[in-house]
């Protein structure tokens, strides 16, 4: 399949770093990670301020950083704790889970816990605001599972990769499964057919919410501009949603502090943190 290319309904599984497509680059701005845009950046900024302040329909990709930009831990900031001597892929595979079913929910509980004792920032809180002020007027698309842009107030988030602080059964449901009445226990269970909960998030592997899917890849087929905001572009499919846009006529822009995979699918590029850029971006 080439780059760009809508993606299958079927088997839309979750995978790191595919080849990088052969497509020219744009001209990207400046490196300014820890700094306000300057005059040059300014004048993107506002130039894509207008775009958005006159489309129908924007959507908005976001991605690991713009968590990380709250405080949530990442896969690396574990590397001087207990966890660090687990391969995070173990963690967030249902062959992990199987293999070792105690281990791997005690790691979510304590990344549950690390996401419990943060807030949403600057960047989570504009884009909340500007969707309730502009109502049916922005989809909000997230690779991330913590629940954050929840908090924040954002409406109708579409979570690609499931929410960490929901359950869901490991095995079908019976009839007898209800997550109501679990036994306890690390993870618990269902006290008459012994089947497991586990974390309801997706697992490399395995495949999107066909529902949550389809709707994203609606969203930025439709929309006049695409925001990617705080993503490495590694993750597919998700990844892959940038480029559905482009083909589809959306103007495509990527925040992020550093160069992305998914610059060349971007018409600009602004570079810097989402918790700094969204609120002047997103601004009246």
């Excluded at 207008?50 to 930009?69: C, F, K, N």
């Excluded at 660090?84 to 595979?93: K, L, V």
């Amino acid at each position: 399949m080439r780059p760009g290319a809508a993606l299958p309904h079927n088997g839309l599984l979750f995978f790191l770093r595919p080849p990088m497509p052969d497509e020219p680059s744009p001209t990207s701005l400046p490196s300014a990670a820890a700094e306000l845009p300057g005059q040059g950046e300014l004048h993107e900024l506002h130039e894509l301020h207008e775009r958005i302040a006159h489309a129908a329909h924007i959507a908005v990709l976001t991605g690991a950083g713009v968590s990380a930009e709250s405080g949530v831990p990442t896969f690396r900031d574990d590397k001087n704790s207990y966890w660090a001597q687990f391969n995070p892929q173990d963690m967030a595979s249902e062959a992990g889970f199987r293999a070792h079913p105690q281990r791997v929910w005690q790691w979510y509980t304590h990344r549950r816990e690390a996401v419990a004792a943060v807030q949403p920032n600057a960047g989570h809180h504009a884009l909340a605001q500007w969707a309730l002020q502009h109502p049916c007027r922005m989809t909000l698309v997230t690779q991330n599972v913590d629940g954050l842009h929840q908090r924040a107030g954002s409406p109708g988030v579409l979570c690609l990769h499931g929410e960490l602080m929901r359950d869901r059964w490991l095995e079908r449901p019976r009839a007898c499964c209800d997550l109501a009445g679990l036994n306890p226990g690390e993870p618990p269970q269902c006290p008459v057919c012994g089947n497991l909960v586990r974390p309801g998030v997706v697992w490399f592997g395995e495949s999107l919410p066909m529902g949550v899917w389809q709707a994203a890849e609606a969203a930025v087929q439709r929309c006049e501009v695409l925001l990617v905001v705080g993503t490495s572009g590694a993750v597919y499919p998700a990844a892959g949603l940038a480029r559905i846009a482009r083909r589809a006529g959306a103007h495509v822009a990527v925040i992020n502090p550093a160069p992305s995979e998914l610059d060349d699918a971007a018409h600009q590029c602004l570079r810097g943190p989402s918790a700094q850029i969204l609120p002047a971006l997103l601004a009246g």
